[in-house]
C-alpha cells in the first residue's frame, strides 16, 4: 500500500513536471514569435518611411532642379498649370496666348530632322516626348535625340516601349510597369543627354484621359513631382488612315477654338512626313493669331 501510494506520488510528480514544461515552452515561443513579429513591423515601418523619404526627397529636388531650369529659359513654361488646365480646366489667368507645338513617339530617322529644320527656321522650340525604344531602333537616332535636345527643345517622357497591353492591360493603367517604363525610358535618355538630365513632363500613351484605373498613378506622379501633359488641338496625324496634307490642316482647323494655351498634338515618327510638311504652315497661322510659342517643362 504504501508503495502504491509513493508510486502514484512519483506519477503525478513527473506529470506536473511534463505538463508545466510543455505550458513554459509553449509560452516563451510565442513570446518569440510575437517579438520577431514586432521586429519585422519595426523594420517594415522603417523600409516604408525611407521609401516616402526618399519619394518626397525626389519630389523636392526634381522640382527645384526644373524650376531652376524655368528662371534660365526663356522659352519653357511651368508644366504643371498646364497640366490641371488640360485636364482639370484650372484656368490660367496671365492673359497671354501661348501654343505648345508637342510631337510624340519619336525620334524617328526620317521625320524629327525635318522637323528640327522647320522649328530652327522659325526661331522657335517645341517640346518632344520620346519613345526610349526608338532609340534602339537606328543607330543615328541617338545624335537626333542630342540635336533635339541641343536645339533648346524640351524633352519628356512617353514610356520606354509605348504597348498599350503592358501599360494598361483591360484598359487600366498598371502603375507598377508604368513607372518602371518610364524609369527605363529616363536611363535610355540620360545615356544619351547625360546622367544630370532631369525631366518632369510625361505623356501618357493614347493620354492620361483615355485609361482607367490613373488614381494610383496620379498618386506616384504626385510624391515624385512628375506632371503629365494631354493636348487640346492636334493635326490627326494618328487617328486612322494616314492624312493627305490638306487633312492635316483640317484637322487642326477643327481643334482649334482660340484656346489661351494650346497644347498641339502631333507625331515626328516614320510615316508622319506629312506632318513635317505641314508644320511651316500651322506655324504661319499661329504666329499670325498672335500665339507666343514656347516648351514644356
Ligand atoms: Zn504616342
Same mark, same amino acid.
Given at each position: 500500500?504504501?508503495?502504491?501510494? &509513493? ?21 516563451? &515561443? ?7 513579429? =514586432?521586429?519585422?513591423?519595426? =523594420? ?10 526618399? /519619394? ?8 527645384? /532642379? ?32 501661348? =501654343? ?30 520620346? =519613345? ?57 535618355? &540620360? ?59 483640317? &484637322? ?46
Amino acid at each position: 500500500m504504501k508503495i502504491r501510494k &509513493r508510486i502514484n506520488g512519483i506519477i503525478l510528480f513527473a506529470g506536473t513536471i511534463v505538463v508545466s514544461s510543455i505550458f513554459i515552452t509553449a509560452y516563451y &515561443r510565442h513570446n518569440i514569435v510575437k517579438k520577431e513579429i =514586432v521586429q519585422a513591423a519595426v =523594420v517594415e515601418g522603417n523600409i516604408k518611411q525611407e521609401a516616402i523619404d526618399n /519619394s518626397a526627397q525626389s519630389n523636392v529636388s526634381l522640382t527645384e /532642379s526644373i524650376n531652376e531650369e524655368l528662371k534660365l529659359d526663356k522659352n519653357a513654361y511651368d508644366a504643371g498649370p498646364i497640366q490641371d488646365f488640360i485636364s482639370k480646366n484650372i484656368k490660367i489667368n496671365d492673359g497671354k496666348k501661348i =501654343v505648345f507645338l508637342t510631337f510624340d513617339d519619336g525620334p524617328s530617322t526620317t521625320v524629327t530632322p525635318k522637323v528640327l529644320e522647320v522649328l530652327k527656321k522659325n526661331d522657335i522650340k517645341a517640346t518632344f516626348f520620346i =519613345v526610349g525604344k526608338e532609340l534602339e531602333k537606328d543607330p543615328r537616332a541617338k545624335q537626333i535625340l542630342l540635336d533635339t535636345y541641343k536645339q533648346g527643345n524640351s524633352i519628356g517622357n512617353h514610356t520606354y516601349t509605348h504597348i498599350y497591353n503592358n501599360l494598361y492591360p483591360g484598359g487600366k493603367v498598371d502603375a507598377d510597369k508604368f513607372m518602371a517604363e518610364l524609369d527605363k525610358n529616363n536611363d535610355a535618355i &540620360r545615356e544619351v543627354l547625360g546622367q544630370d538630365f532631369r525631366s518632369r513632363i510625361v505623356r501618357f500613351p493614347g493620354g492620361h484621359m483615355s485609361w482607367k484605373g490613373v488614381d494610383e498613378t496620379d498618386k506616384r506622379f504626385y510624391d515624385r513631382g512628375y506632371k503629365y501633359i494631354d493636348w487640346n488641338g492636334l493635326v490627326g496625324d494618328a487617328e486612322g488612315k494616314p492624312k493627305s496634307k490638306e487633312q492635316l490642316l483640317e &484637322r487642326y482647323r477643327q481643334t482649334f477654338k482660340n484656346q489661351q494655351k494650346l497644347v498641339l498634338l502631333m507625331h515626328d515618327t516614320y510615316g508622319k512626313e506629312n506632318t513635317a510638311e505641314v508644320l511651316p504652315e500651322i506655324i504661319a497661322d499661329l504666329k499670325n493669331k498672335g500665339y507666343e510659342f514656347k516648351t514644356l517643362k
